[in-house]
Structure formats: structure tokens, C-alpha cells
């Protein structure tokens, strides 16, 4: 199933790896880990409005929304497909 990102993006619930909360994420061993990877920015959200990161098996993506809230996303679409 897709889960909603942010702005216009949706990821496939079979890709996502991790969905990591901004505050829990910067370490100094992750911030290395940032920067070494692309991260896409969802939308036109600036580095402020960054609440969560969503790695998937191709991208790393920032967004506005909650990591709570994108688990709930997608835990919603796991019990409905009945996982």
C-alpha cells in the first residue's frame, strides 16, 4: 500500500526501511550519514519544519509530518491488508 509523505509525495508501505523522528535522528553519526546521502526535501518545507526521515530501499526523504503520525499511516494499511 502507499503511505502519504508529505506535499504530493506517497512511498510503497513494502519499501520504507525505517521512518525516524528529526529529533532522535541527529546524532553526530547520523548527521555523517545525511550528508553522505541525498536527502529529498517533500514539498518546499525548509530545514525547520523538518519533523521526521522516511528511508526507503532508494531515497531518504524529509518531512513535515510526525513520525508518529506516518507510522500510524502506515500500521492503518498493514492491518487492513491483513498483516
Request: aromatic share 8%; charged share 25%; no cysteine.
Amino acid at each position: 500500500m502507499l503511505i502519504h509523505i508529505g506535499g504530493e509525495t506517497v512511498v510503497n508501505s513494502m519499501d520504507v526501511v525505517i521512518i525516524l523522528d528529526y529529533q532522535t535522528a541527529h546524532s553526530k553519526r547520523n548527521e555523517k550519514f545525511f550528508k553522505q546521502n541525498q536527502v529529498k526535501n517533500i514539498g518546499s518545507i525548509r530545514s525547520d519544519e523538518i519533523k521526521s526521515y522516511i528511508i526507503t530501499k532508494d531515497s531518504i526523504y524529509a518531512s513535515s509530518i510526525s513520525s508518529s503520525t506516518l507510522n500510524r499511516r502506515s500500521n492503518i494499511w498493514h492491518n487492513i491488508e491483513g498483516r
